[in-house]
C-alpha cells in the first residue's frame, strides 16, 4: 500500500471516528467534556464496536481515544468563551439592576424629600392659620371690649336711656345724629347743646334747648310742625297729630326712640 492510500485511509478512518463520537456525545458542551473526561472507555468501545459493526473494519482503540482527547481542548475553549459570555452577561445585569437600584433609590429619596417639604409647608400654613385665626379672635375680642366700654360709658353718662347691647346703641346714636340735625335744621338750634356724650341727650326741647315755649301760640304751632315734618321727611314716617302736639315737649332721646318705634 502507498504511502497517498495510507493516509486517505487515516483520513477516512479519522472522518468515521469524528463522526460517531460527535453522535455519541451530548450536545451540551459541558455534558459532552464530561462523558470524554469520566466515559472515554464506554466511548471508545461503542465508536470501536459501531464502525465494526458497519464496515467490519477492526479499528485501533488508541487511535479512536486520541482522536476522542483531540476534542477535549476545543470543549474546554468552548465552555470557557461560554462561561465568559455568561459572566459578562452576569455583569451586565448586575450592573443593570444597581443601576435600577439607584434610579429607584433617587426617586424615592425625591419623594421622601418632596413629602418632607410639603409637610414643612403644610405646617407652616396650619401655623398661619392658627395664628391668624388667634389674631382674628384678638382683635374680635379687643373690639368686644371696645363695645362693651362705650356702651357702659354711655350708660354711666346717660342712665336715663334704657339701652343694654351695643348693636342698640349703634342704631340708637345713628338716629340721634339725624334727629340733632332735623332739629338744628328746623328749629334753629345751636347744634353744640345736642351732644351725645353728655346728659344733654336727655335735654327737653322747650326748657333745655331754648325752644319757644308758647305751646299756643303761633310761632310754637309753627315750630311743632316744622319739627314733625322734618322728622316725618327724614325717616319716612308718619307723625300723628297727637304727637305733634306735644314733639316739642319731648327730650331728645324720647323723640330718637319715638323715631325707633316707627322704623
Request: hydrophobic fraction near 40%; aromatic fraction near 6%.
Amino acid at each position: 500500500m502507498t504511502v497517498e492510500s495510507e493516509d486517505y485511509k487515516l483520513e477516512v478512518l479519522e472522518y468515521a471516528v469524528n463522526q460517531c463520537i460527535d453522535c455519541l456525545l451530548p450536545e451540551s458542551n459541558e455534558n459532552a467534556l464530561s462523558a470524554i473526561l469520566y466515559q472515554s472507555n464506554e466511548v471508545v468501545w461503542r465508536v470501536a464496536t459501531d464502525i465494526y459493526s458497519k464496515s467490519g473494519y477492526q479499528i485501533d482503540f488508541v487511535f479512536i481515544r486520541d482522536i476522542l482527547n483531540l476534542k477535549v481542548e476545543p470543549l474546554q475553549r468552548k465552555i470557557a468563551e461560554k462561561e465568559k459570555i455568561r459572566k459578562e452577561q452576569e455583569r451586565i445585569r448586575k450592573a443593570k439592576e444597581a443601576d435600577e437600584a439607584k434610579i429607584r433609590e433617587e426617586l424615592k429619596a425625591k419623594r421622601l424629600a418632596k413629602e418632607v417639604e410639603e409637610a414643612k409647608i403644610k405646617a407652616k400654613l396650619e401655623a398661619e392659620k392658627l395664628a391668624k385665626i388667634a389674631e382674628q379672635k384678638q382683635i374680635e375680642k379687643e373690639r368686644k371690649e371696645k363695645e362693651q366700654k362705650k356702651l357702659q360709658e354711655f350708660k354711666e353718662t346717660n342712665p336715663g336711656i334704657h339701652i343694654n347691647k351695643y348693636e342698640e346703641l349703634e342704631t340708637f346714636l345713628e338716629v340721634f345724629d339725624r334727629v340733632k340735625n332735623v332739629i338744628v335744621d328746623r328749629l334753629e338750634v345751636n347744634g353744640e347743646a345736642i351732644n351725645k356724650e353728655k346728659i344733654e341727650l336727655d335735654a327737653v326741647l322747650t326748657t333745655d334747648l331754648g325752644v319757644e315755649d308758647r305751646y299756643d301760640s303761633f310761632v310754637g304751632h309753627f315750630e311743632r310742625v316744622e319739627l314733625a315734618m322734618g322728622i316725618e321727611h327724614e325717616f319716612d314716617i308718619e307723625i300723628s297729630d297727637e304727637e305733634s302736639e306735644t314733639i316739642l315737649f319731648l327730650s331728645v332721646s324720647q323723640l330718637v326712640n319715638l323715631v325707633l318705634q316707627k322704623t
